[in-house]
């Protein structure tokens, strides 16, 4: 018997893993026949095999991509994007407004990411209990360094400078920087600060004491669905130490909540999300808000969650053991988006865990530990071929995705600046997750790579348990 499948045509716009991941799930469609048009930032090994048609635009230009989208008109059913960049940018509005090809993305007016300043004046006004207390600083407002000095001074005084600064645009300035990490002396608290203000505004906000998580949830405009919780490493190194990354990789475990969070801590977060996502919508449907305009992070305190920033795409590597793991199949989540009918995504019951093997440029490694960095492996090829003959021995519970890693004209693969690949591993639990995806991370040769080792690990794990133990603890003796 001949099985007819229907064809769809998808636009992906890519930057590294999260988008390789994207393009599996679609690939892994058991209803549908999947041509893959890929606007993607580098020659990406995995994209590159899977597209019907792979153009690279490295800085991913909005007007580039539309091009490429107006070529395919007439052969793509529907787009999705997975960095921030166009999002901002508008891309949504471009292509759907000029081609009539639905995007999964927000529009450009509700991508929240673009300003940390709205975002935090949005938390105020919808739920202020979880939005911690800040202030914006910025440059139209003084008339000189010394003034805002002052003020920033005294705002430090109030808070006992346990602060976090946070530019207001995403990628401007020095970034995020959190007292007690990243400086520990007001001069060092300053000329960080600096460094955004002459950008742009500044925000400046009390640091939480407790654990991160992100909270993710795809959107129709109508329904909100909420999908597993994960934890994110953001820290460069070992310990949690080190600058702020993209994320040095991810677990999940079974279910829906992370080993040291309660049922009542999720089921606060899906309420804080849903006024939001009831803020937004304007009480009705508001399908500029189709894609993942939630996916938010968290910050666990002994009272319950807090709201530390709210981004309006995928997470990367957040979204990544979701895609591997749903029940659903995903052109059909997409296209459910895109009509508005998405109530409901099913998720099975594994753990999963991902780490990113990453070049010695990234996050300071090559300075910070250069008797560590093979220095006669810098700028050689990255051989995957051991990781991806795991399996054999693993079948679908182990994932390789290239993100940062381009194919030359030798035919091999180079790392380039950024988290050069991920490494997915599935199983009942999170320490056996953790082992299938150690054995593939070590199994990756060459571009003198490196990794985080106590991603997921047991020991860590059991500290953020004890941490909010102690949180949670805290705030029992000062109400009794």
Same mark, same amino acid.
């Given at each position: 018997?001949?099985?007819?499948?229907?064809?769809?045509?998808?636009?992906?716009?890519?930057?590294?893993?999260?988008?390789?991941?994207?393009?599996?799930?679609?690939?892994?469609?058991? /209803?549908?026949?999947? $041509?893959?048009?890929?606007?993607?930032?580098?020659?990406?090994?995995?994209?590159?095999?899977?597209?019907? &048609?792979?153009?690279?635009?490295?800085?991913?230009?909005?007007?580039?991509?539309?091009?490429?989208?107006?070529?395919?008109?007439?052969?793509?059913?529907?787009?999705?994007?997975?960095?921030?960049?166009?999002?901002?940018?508008?891309?949504?509005?471009?292509?759907?407004?000029?081609?009539?090809?639905?995007?999964?993305?927000?529009? #450009?007016?509700?991508?929240?990411?673009?300003?940390?300043?709205?975002? *935090?004046?949005?938390?105020?006004?919808?739920?202020?209990?979880?939005?911690?207390?800040?202030?914006?600083?910025?440059?139209?407002?003084?008339?000189?360094?010394?003034?805002?000095?002052?003020?920033?001074?005294?705002? @430090?005084? /109030?808070?006992?400078?346990?602060?976090?600064?946070?530019? $207001?645009?995403?990628?401007?300035? #020095?970034?995020?920087?959190?007292?007690?990490?990243?400086?520990?002396?007001?001069?060092?608290?300053?000329?960080?600060?600096?460094?955004?203000? *002459?950008?742009?505004?500044?925000?400046?906000?009390? =640091?939480?004491?407790?654990?991160?998580?992100?909270?993710?949830?795809?959107?129709?405009?109508?329904?909100?669905?909420?999908?597993?919780?994960?934890?994110?490493?953001?820290?460069?190194?070992?310990?949690?130490?080190?600058?702020?990354?993209?994320?040095?990789?991810?677990? =999940?475990?079974?279910?829906?909540?992370?080993?040291?969070?309660?049922?009542?801590?999720? &089921?606060?977060? =899906?309420?804080?999300?849903?006024?939001?996502?009831?803020?937004?919508?304007?009480?009705?449907?508001?399908?500029?808000? *189709?894609?993942?305009?939630?996916?938010?992070?968290?910050?666990?305190?002994?009272?319950?969650?807090?709201?530390?920033?709210?981004?309006?795409?995928?997470?990367?590597?957040?979204?990544?053991?979701?895609?591997?793991?749903?029940?659903?199949?995903?052109?059909?989540?997409?296209?459910?988006?895109?009509?508005?009918?998405?109530?409901?995504?099913?998720?099975?019951?594994?753990?999963?865990?991902?780490?990113?093997?990453?070049?010695?440029?990234?996050?300071?490694?090559?300075?910070?530990?250069?008797?560590?960095?093979?220095?006669?492996?810098?700028?050689?090829?990255?051989? @995957?071929?051991?990781?991806?003959?795991?399996?054999?021995?693993?079948? &679908?519970?182990?994932?390789?995705?290239?993100?940062?890693?381009?194919?030359?004209?030798?035919?091999?693969?180079?790392?380039?600046?950024? *988290?050069?690949?991920?490494?997915?591993?599935?199983?009942?639990?999170?320490?056996?997750?953790?082992?299938?995806?150690?054995?593939?991370?070590?199994?990756?040769?060459?571009?003198?790579?490196?990794?985080?080792?106590?991603?997921?690990?047991?020991?860590?794990?059991?500290?953020?348990? #004890?941490?909010?133990?102690?949180?949670?603890?805290?705030?029992?003796?000062?109400?009794?």
């Amino acid at each position: 018997m001949v099985i007819f499948m229907e064809r769809v045509g998808i636009l992906v716009v890519s930057y590294g893993s999260r988008e390789a991941a994207m393009v599996d799930a679609f690939m892994r469609s058991c /209803e549908y026949k999947v $041509d893959l048009y890929i606007a993607d930032k580098q020659r990406n090994p995995f994209n590159l095999r899977r597209a019907k &048609e792979h153009v690279v635009i490295p800085d991913l230009n909005v007007n580039a991509i539309y091009k490429f989208a107006e070529k395919h008109k007439d052969e793509i059913d529907f787009g999705i994007v997975g960095p921030e960049k166009p999002i901002i940018e508008g891309i949504r509005d471009l292509i759907e407004g000029e081609l009539g090809i639905p995007m999964i993305c927000p529009t #450009k007016e509700y991508a929240l990411e673009r300003s940390k300043v709205l975002q *935090r004046i949005l938390f105020q006004e919808v739920a202020p209990e979880v939005n911690p207390r800040f202030k914006v600083f910025n440059p139209k407002d003084y008339s000189g360094i010394e003034d805002v000095k002052r003020d920033l001074y005294k705002w @430090l005084d /109030e808070l006992d400078n346990k602060v976090a600064v946070k530019p $207001d645009a995403p990628a401007a300035g #020095k970034g995020v920087g959190v007292w007690g990490d990243h400086f520990n002396t007001r001069e060092e608290l300053f000329e960080h600060f600096l460094a955004n203000f *002459r950008v742009g505004p500044v925000i400046v906000e009390e =640091k939480i004491e407790g654990e991160e998580s992100s909270f993710q949830a795809f959107c129709d405009g109508k329904h909100l669905v909420p999908l597993p919780e994960t934890r994110d490493y953001k820290r460069a190194f070992d310990g949690d130490r080190g600058p702020n990354t993209g994320g040095m990789g991810t677990y =999940k475990d079974r279910g829906y909540i992370l080993p040291f969070m309660r049922a009542e801590d999720w &089921e606060e977060e =899906k309420r804080i999300i849903e006024r939001l996502f009831e803020k937004l919508r304007g009480g009705g449907s508001n399908p500029n808000l *189709r894609g993942m305009p939630f996916y938010e992070a968290f910050i666990h305190t002994g009272r319950g969650p807090m709201i530390l920033e709210n981004n309006s795409r995928p997470g990367d590597p957040e979204i990544i053991p979701i895609l591997a793991l749903l029940k659903n199949d995903f052109v059909d989540i997409c296209l459910r988006m895109i009509e508005g009918t998405l109530t409901r995504i099913e998720v099975e019951n594994k753990a999963a865990v991902v780490i990113y093997k990453v070049p010695p440029v990234y996050g300071g490694y090559i300075n910070a530990f250069p008797h560590l960095v093979r220095k006669d492996e810098i700028g050689t090829p990255v051989l @995957l071929d051991e990781a991806e003959r795991l399996s054999e021995k693993y079948g &679908e519970n182990i994932r390789i995705y290239p993100g940062s890693m381009e194919v030359r004209e030798d035919g091999k693969n180079y790392a380039l600046s950024s *988290r050069t690949v991920a490494v997915l591993g599935i199983a009942d639990d999170i320490q056996r997750a953790r082992e299938i995806a150690m054995e593939g991370i070590r199994a990756i040769r060459g571009g003198a790579l490196w990794y985080r080792t106590d991603i997921a690990s047991r020991e860590h794990i059991e500290r953020s348990i #004890k941490h909010m133990e102690v949180l949670r603890g805290r705030v029992q003796c000062q109400s009794s």
